[in-house]
């Protein structure tokens, strides 16, 4: 798409061209200092693509340029797609959102909650009360995460090999299994704390219906939608196309490669379906994803869900309509826990002050391990998407940036 076009788009939408010019010239500096290969930046509003810039590289060894057309490991940007499927199923009465887990997950009936001690000392009580389907949605399961390293329970998922996409040995329904065995870190509902819920939301797709999440997703959310990149493997063909992963988890080395196309299980096979964070996909791909979500569930005469199921999934559904910050004493979480809510498989803005964002009320989004995001605005019929391949997703505050110099190209409301 030609500068042109956009800047015809920007205007039209009440977007400076002149401001939304400089913001792929702000994010040079990143890659000039090596802290990114490439980044992939979209705005759009009212439904038209205001901005799109391709910068940097997919690899540094090969220097290949970022293209429209590149495909990233989403991770944790999967779980909105997850909980659309779960939410598609819902709208069919397959099930309600207090039902218990173990009605369909035999696995998670009496549950053990942690009580005092480590790995090897680990005291547990029953649960007071059951997993309930929206727990898993909102991460107030009692579920953890195992790369968290912040209670004695993730200690103990690592120590039984519970390691996720690090995983390449259990099917989703083996996965689902060995995590039922597991204690909770806290009684379901009572707290916020960011996990493999997702997941089990995926076995459940799979069990309510009849499908593999492959299949699933394949016939009813990426096909409907034309998202002709996304899917849970890149296929040979179009290997090129595949960026690689760095990371900065070991700041004395700097960045280092973390996952080679060349020799990537995401290439060559992946046993785990992870609706938590196992998807690969294109800006484009999401974008479309995104515009069904804005639009109320529907894009080019498809329709995914109703508008007043996009609607209640995006209310804040923590109790007594708290933060992620009020619930989750300070957890990890891909976006700030303070002013944010959860709902069902987003968070969202509560309180745009506390949060320190121009970003509106009522706005969802979320973001993945290797730095990606997307965030999804009705006030302003904004979205945004950032791609690039850079772990943790906290390293460096682009997420933050790249909102506050998109709301300030804003100059119609």
């Known amino acids: 798409m030609s500068d042109d076009v956009l800047s015809e788009n920007a205007a039209s939408t009440g977007m400076c061209p002149d401001r939304l010019a400089q913001i792929p010239k702000y994010f040079e500096g990143y890659l000039e200092r090596k802290k990114f290969p490439g980044l992939q930046l979209l705005l759009a509003r009212k439904g038209k693509v205001v901005l799109r810039s391709c910068q940097g590289v997919k690899d540094w060894d090969t220097n290949d340029p970022i293209g429209q057309d590149t495909i990233y490991r989403i991770y944790s940007m999967s779980k909105p797609v997850t909980s659309v ?193 196992g998807l690969v996909s294109t800006t484009d791909d999401y974008f479309r994803f995104c515009q069904m979500l804005i639009n109320g569930g529907e894009l080019d005469g498809q329709r995914l869900l109703s508008p007043t199921t996009v609607d209640y999934m995006t209310k804040n559904h923590l109790p007594e309509n708290r933060t992620m910050a009020q619930m989750g004493d300070e957890m990890f979480s891909e976006n700030n826990m303070s002013g944010s809510g959860f709902g069902l498989g987003f968070s969202m803005i509560i309180d745009e002050v506390e949060a320190m964002s121009p970003v509106s009320a009522k706005s969802y989004s979320w973001g993945g391990a290797a730095s990606t995001y997307f965030w999804i605005d009705p006030a302003q019929d904004l979205i945004g998407i950032l791609m690039t391949q850079v772990m943790p997703s906290d390293r460096f505050p682009i997420r933050p940036q790249f909102q506050q110099l998109a709301y300030a190209s804003i100059v119609e409301r």
């Not at 009496?110 to 727990?135: F, L, N």
């Not at 996990?195 to 999440?213: A, H, M, N, P, Y």
């Not at 992963?245 to 046993?271: A, M, N």
Request: glycine share 8%; aromatic share 12%; with cysteine.
């Open 85 to 277: 499927a779960l939410m598609m199923l819902y709208e069919r009465g397959l099930f309600r959102l207090e039902h218990e887990v173990s009605r369909y997950l035999p696995e998670f009936a009496d549950m053990q909650v942690y009580k005092s001690g480590d790995v090897a000392t680990m005291q547990t009580e029953p649960a007071r009360s059951p997993m309930q389907i929206k727990h898993l949605l909102t991460h107030t399961s009692g579920l953890t995460y195992d790369f968290l390293q912040m209670h004695p329970v993730d200690r103990l998922y690592r120590k039984r090999g519970l390691e996720g996409l690090r995983m390449n040995t259990h099917t989703l329904a083996e996965f689902s299994q060995e995590l039922g065995n597991m204690p909770l870190v806290f009684e379901p509902g009572s707290r916020w704390n960011y996990s493999f819920g997702t997941d089990i939301c995926g076995r459940l797709v799979e069990v309510l219906s009849g499908q593999s999440l492959d299949a699933f997703f394949e016939e009813h959310i990426f096909r409907p939608l034309e998202m002709v990149d996304t899917a849970f493997l890149v296929p040979q063909d179009k290997a090129s196309r595949f960026a690689s992963c760095y990371d900065y988890y070991r700041p004395d080395l700097g960045v280092q490669k973390q996952d080679d196309p060349k020799d990537s299980t995401y290439i060559t096979g992946r046993k785990l379906l992870s609706g938590g964070g």
